[in-house]
DNA sequence: ATGGTTGCAAACCTTTTGCATCGGG
DNA sequence: CCCGATGCAAAAGGTTTGCAACCAT
């Protein structure tokens, strides 16, 4: 019934204590279907749309209606264990939040593949940016467009 | 009928050269409604999403239909004289992009107020970042979110 | 004359909502 | 038992598309 739940169930006990943490603070319920959606979405592709999503849940409770997941997936926004991610101009995609790594994305523009990276002077050097004009920052959202190294070669090689 | 089209009509040449230079390319043609709605953008707001423009169309020719305003915003973004802009998880707005003058966003999530900036060290933080993966980096898009200065004093003083 | 363009309405896609029923605490 | 949660279908945005008439070249 249940795939691929137990073995990295530790790898995502901070999100899971998170959310249900929320719900009790908020006066929401656990449910059966949260609790499948919630499986699903922290084992699920670390870029994934809300229609692949509830295809997966499907797979495992065919039953669960797509609102339900709608629903749970905005509890999952709201308390901060997903984030909407927009690559190109296609529909959003949700990603899971792992602790609190905060990471950039580098987007190739020829293959579609994403790159996550952290970098701690482009980190200071748009704190000392926004400052200069007076804001104080609270997060960003970064997203370089390129060609990844394959790509790179694949042209190369093919000139 | 037209307003305020010829006293800054000299600002906008590059875009509209740009504009027409792709429709020959392409085979399209100059029509009045493309005209109208190259027009209409270039002098709107600088962050217009499709529905405004399209109001202000319309203002200046009640005729011209929804489907050829969003044909032509197309156009724009394929040809490159506007490029979209997602401020927070709202619809899309629509950005003029004024010659080669990048710049990224400052978004106050208090008032929704946003700032434009450049930063040339954040420029080349972002180069060294990417390059360090082996990621050509075409363009990008940075938008911090955060608190402007108008929303920090008023925090204070309601203190 | 020809092939792209337009306006209209309908279709589309993603997300939200109303409602009667269900179920967790 | 109560009130929130669910599934369904319908509604609600925002954007695209099919089509017959239109118009720029």
Known sequence: MREAAEPKSDAFR??????YE?????????????????????????????????????????TIGQSTVYRTVNI?????IAQELRLT????????????????????TECGSTI????CSLEVAQIIA????????ARHSLKIYGTCRNCQLRADTQR
Do not use: M, W
């Not at 999952?76 to 901060?80: T, V």
């Not at 995609?93 to 602790?99: F, T, V």
């Not at 926004?130 to 920052?137: E, L, R, W, Y």
């Open 22 to 62: 929320y719900l009790d603070k908020q006066g929401l319920k656990r449910t059966q279907q949260r609790e499948v959606i919630l499986e699903t979405f922290l084992h699920a592709d670390h870029h994934i749309n809300v229609d692949q999503l509830i295809e997966r849940v499907r797979q495992i409770d065919p």
């Open 130 to 137: 926004a400052s200069k004009h007076g804001f104080k920052p």
């Open 14 to 19: 901070v999100q899971k204590e998170i959310f």
């Open 76 to 80: 999952f926004l709201e308390c901060g």
């Open 89 to 108: 101009d296609e529909t959003r995609r949700l990603e899971p939040i792992i602790g609190n790594r905060h990471h950039d994305h580098l987007i190739c």
């Open 116 to 119: 996550e990276f952290f970098n």
